[in-house]
């Protein structure tokens, strides 16, 4: 169970999936999700974590619903016979057409793309077919209701300025998962329809598929007093920190300690990142590396509520270029990094949900 989805922002290509691995054998224990302290009941159990979007070619990013038997040895297939024939529209009709699984079981693998011969065009085939469709953009998966909710009403977002239209796509992108993350570390909803924790994030970015390279959620909770223009901010737990590097992708979910200790520090949990693996077999997982707070893309998830009661949540997101003044921005004091925001910000986002007022 999955979430996997091929759409566009501004008329950039972009496509997002989750990293969640769930079964259906009676009998397998789930295994922990570091972003939920205790897991919900869950529909299947949660047997293990990969990714699930994957660049097989500079022009070519596809994603895989459904079996991971079959997704196991059609990808690598996929990725050697571009690498022979070439990025071409007719060359992926031609392997889907033709190809005849090594061990023809498991259930149905549906597997969504963008691929660039002249210009990007979606795509999507199922193993219970042979044809290739092109030109609509879709989603799948278990939850694909929940995250399209999500994707076409994000609420009250906001980002920071000067955006290009490919950071704006990474942005967007981010915002739309942001919520995701935060009612999966609050409530485990997600999880509960078999998908979630960590999410990559792919980009048609100077005529090439990337992978955004980092980000950072914050959540922030913040009491709001319109009178005085001012508030109490509380960091809420965890704070989420993703990498991707190379075939693989970190994630974190770092929490701290209520009580301080002697030296005024905080102790602190979940500083040895999750290492999610490509589907396919390698030969070593690498050993994961302590996670720095500062990303190239930071997203605070803001949860405002002011003096009268009235309340809005919004994902705020930025990059590590974003200056000193803007609404939120990155600070480093030798080697402690930190963030700040700017309270006129919550005074914006309160004023464009409920008026002047």
């Known amino acids: 169970m999955t979430v996997i989805s091929a759409f566009n922002v501004g008329g950039v290509p972009v496509i997002v999936g989750d990293s969640l691995i769930t079964t259906s054998e009676p009998g ?3 295994k922990p999700v570091p972003t939920a302290e205790k897991l ?5 159990a949660i047997s293990g974590f990969c990714r699930k979007v994957h660049i097989l070619d500079n022009k070519l990013v596809v994603a895989w619903a459904g079996s991971k038997f079959r997704a196991e040895q059609l990808l690598p297939d996929l990725k050697r016979f571009i690498r022979r024939k070439g990025v071409k529209n007719q060359n992926l009709i031609d392997f889907f057409k033709n190809y005849v699984f090594r061990e023809n079981v498991g259930k ?7 691929i660039v011969e002249e210009s990007p065009r979606p795509f999507w085939w199922s193993s219970y077919g042979k044809e290739v469709f092109f030109d609509e953009e879709e989603t799948e998966g278990s939850g694909a209701e929940g995250f399209l909710g999500f994707l076409n009403n994000r609420g009250t ?3 920071g300025d000067g955006f290009s ?9 981010l915002a739309t998962i942001s919520k995701l993350l935060t009612i999966e570390a609050r409530h485990g909803i997600p999880l509960q329809q078999g998908f979630g924790f960590c999410y990559d994030i792919v980009v048609w970015d100077k005529y090439r598929f990337k992978n955004i390279p980092s980000y950072t959620q ?9 009178k005085s223009k001012s508030g109490r901010l509380n960091f809420a737990q965890p704070v989420l920190i993703y990498k991707s590097f190379g075939q693989f992708a970190e994630f974190s979910a770092v929490r701290w300690s209520d009580k301080q200790n002697a030296n005024l520090s905080f102790s602190m ?6 290492i999610i693996p490509p589907v396919w077999e390698v030969p070593e997982i690498p050993k994961p590396k302590k996670p720095k707070f500062h990303s190239k893309y930071i997203c605070v998830f803001f949860n405002v509520v002011d003096e009268l009661g009235r309340s ?13 003044g803007d609404g939120v921005w990155l600070t480093k004091q030798g080697s402690k990094e930190g963030i700040e925001l700017n309270t006129s910000l919550i005074e914006k986002m309160h004023a464009a949900v409920f008026g002047g007022s």
Request: proline share 7%.
């Open 218 to 226: 914050l959540n922030i909770d913040f009491s709001f007093d319109t």
């Open 165 to 173: 239209q490919v950071e704006e796509a990474y942005v967007s992108s």
């Open 312 to 324: 809005f949540i919004a994902p705020y997101c930025i990059s590590d270029e974003a200056k000193r």
């Open 28 to 30: 397998v224990v789930s």
């Open 157 to 159: 977002t906001a980002s």
């Open 269 to 274: 949990s979940g500083l040895e990142p999750t």
């Open 40 to 44: 919900p009941p869950l529909k299947q």
């Open 108 to 114: 149905e693998l549906r597997v969504l793309g963008w």
